[in-house]
């Protein structure tokens, strides 16, 4: 078993179980999540019996990079294989206030969004945590500093993989882990209305961004076939279940992409359906994939959006643009890997 997939309370179990002292926990905690370590005899004031039985049990290395591939901008995006040969990807991106990297959750997707490489090839099999968080580690080794935020939005459907995504979340905002905090973390979700409502309940000052894309379910079910199973209206009342049940503001992700949801008239629809939610859109150059049709919306059409939503007082950005020119949307570098 990979060692990061256990919590810090699963690991204290383990080790009086075994008849060790619980301290001896956060000692291991330490070795792995601040001094990043890749094997079990680099953990210095373990007693050796302890080393050989981490060795027996556990294993550290997840990851072995495959490609990486660096942007002008200074985006990095790794490829990654798994222990069973399939592959993943991680994209780190550098900002002012700190850098950021999008994680992946799954091998493939089933939500087959048609504008998304992710969806191009099916899902395998879901992440464990331990494979989720090694990715955030070994692009800290790669990289050689320290990644402050944290957005669960690579390859695959969180919701669909919701209790390692719990158990994710528990280990990287755990003060004795990654310590990084909640607020500093994003989820992204496709719309899976019941997992929605559930993870309102769940207490976590995390933020919850929705991947929308259209206002209307015409527009909408082109994009996302999801859209068939959990329509606008429903994913809409979710989001107004979640504002009022968890109180926290959503981040609504709008692709814009050409002659196809970036008009005036579309823009004013989505004023309408937004209005009067503590919601934020997040506007976002459309990343081309050569395997779907569509094109990026021109620059002035992608300003006059924003405007309309601006002067219709909807918190709304557009997105810098970054890594394009290392195909840094999700799943690309995988699919063109693969095929």
């Known amino acids: 078993m990979l060692i990061y997939n256990l919590t810090h309370e699963e690991l204290v179990q383990f080790l009086l179980e075994n008849n060790h002292k619980k301290y001896r926990a956060d000692q291991i905690w330490h070795w792995l999540y601040q001094q990043k370590v890749q094997s079990f005899k680099e953990m210095s004031n373990l007693p050796d019996d302890l080393v050989s039985l981490l060795e027996e049990n556990f294993k550290i290395q997840a990851l072995e990079l495959v490609l990486k591939h660096i942007s002008a901008d200074g985006t990095i995006k790794a490829l990654y294989a798994l222990h069973d040969g399939h592959l993943i990807e991680s994209v780190l991106m550098k900002h002012h206030y700190g850098n950021s990297i999008c994680v992946t959750t799954q091998v493939g997707c089933n939500i087959g969004c048609s504008f998304c490489a992710s969806g191009l090839l099916k899902k395998k099999r879901d992440l464990n945590a331990g494979e989720i968080i090694a990715q955030i580690i070994e692009t800290e080794r790669l990289l050689k500093e320290r990644i402050a935020y944290v957005v669960v939005m690579g ?185």
């Open 155 to 339: 390859i695959g459907e969180p919701f669909d993989n919701y209790p390692n995504l719990l158990k994710f979340l528990s280990t990287i905002n755990h003060p004795k882990g990654l310590a990084i905090g909640a607020r500093h973390i994003t989820v992204s979700t496709s719309g899976i209305v019941p997992k929605i409502k559930e993870y309102a309940h769940m207490g976590l000052q995390v933020n919850l961004a929705i991947s929308l894309h259209a206002p209307n379910n015409e527009i909408r079910s082109k994009l996302m076939k999801i859209n068939q199973a959990y329509p606008v209206e429903e994913v809409i009342g979710a989001i107004r279940y979640y504002l009022s049940v968890a109180r926290r503001r959503v981040t609504i992700e709008y692709i814009l992409i050409d002659e196809l949801n970036d008009s005036e008239a579309v823009a004013l629809e989505l004023c309408k359906v937004l209005k009067g939610l503590n919601v934020y859109v997040n506007l976002i150059p459309y990343n081309e994939v050569l395997e779907a049709p569509y094109k990026r919306s021109k620059t002035e059409t992608m300003e006059k959006f924003y405007d309309i939503l601006k002067k219709h007082n909807i918190q709304v950005t557009l997105r810098k643009e970054q890594g394009h020119d290392i195909n840094a949307a999700c799943g690309q570098l995988r699919s063109q890997h693969l095929t």
